[in-house]
């Protein structure tokens, strides 16, 4: 049974500090790896995507692939209220038309 | 979220009744998804379809079937609906190896 891992929280992070959110997957052969936002009621919100390993940037956000120790990450600097949120993290199966997710992790930024 | 229309957004069905979720897109995308989310848990795919004529399972596809009409629409049918699946549906769009994007969802209530 392929899996993806996240630690449920909630993480509590002060406004402005760095926000840190881990996920690790089982399948070695996983080729993508997608980070999801989801506010309470809404759907989920694509943020941001990596296929390499190393660090991709887009803004306030950096997504990190390790494909040697099977982890991602999405860090997010400058964290404001608005990013409170759960984080989803998605990564390719078997077939790569579908996606193993995690259950998320809650993130709360305190001002 | 334009591009993936769900109907209806809120449904409220009696034990044994059945009924259609619809979901159509209009961003050409290949793939189409239908999820289910249960309070505080993950996203589970119930079934899926690569391309226009093909249908697959997901993880949870029993009591449910499904038919992709055409490019643009996927349904999710119900027959007999049981308390267990009360969720909120999702209904996503995407294509080999890419993210997806996700519509705004259907709240539905068995009682």
């Known amino acids: 049974q392929k899996e993806v891992e996240q630690n449920s929280g909630p993480l509590s992070v002060p406004e402005g500090a760095i926000a840190s959110l881990n996920c690790t997957y089982s399948?070695?052969?996983?080729?993508?790896f997608f980070w999801y936002r989801q506010y309470s009621g809404k759907s989920p919100e694509l943020i941001m995507f990596i296929y390499s390993n190393g660090d991709k940037e887009d803004g306030r956000f950096t997504a990190q692939l390790n494909k040697a120790s099977q982890y991602v990450s999405l860090l997010i600097r400058d964290s404001q209220p608005s990013d409170s949120a759960t984080y989803l993290c998605?990564?390719?199966?078997?077939?790569?038309?579908?996606?193993?997710w995690g259950a998320g992790t809650k993130l709360i930024i305190k001002p | 979220n334009a591009g993936v229309t769900q109907t209806p957004k809120f449904q409220v069905l009696k034990t044994g009744q059945s009924m259609t979720l619809q979901c159509a897109q209009d961003?050409?995308?290949?793939?189409m998804y239908w999820y289910r989310q249960d309070p505080g848990m993950g996203l589970r795919l119930i079934y899926y379809s690569a391309s226009e004529g093909t249908t697959d399972k997901g993880e949870v596809p029993n009591g449910y079937n499904v038919s992709r009409l055409n490019k643009r629409e996927f349904s999710l049918r119900l027959e007999s609906a049981a308390p267990s699946q009360t969720s909120v549906y999702f209904c996503?769009?995407?294509?080999?190896?890419?993210?997806?994007?996700f519509g705004d969802g259907t709240r539905l209530s068995i009682l």
């Open positions: 996503a769009i995407g294509d080999y190896n890419q993210p997806q994007h």
């Open positions: 998605a990564v390719s199966g078997d077939s790569n038309y579908q996606l193993i």
């Open positions: 399948d070695r052969g996983s080729q993508s």
């Open positions: 961003m050409n995308h290949n793939s």
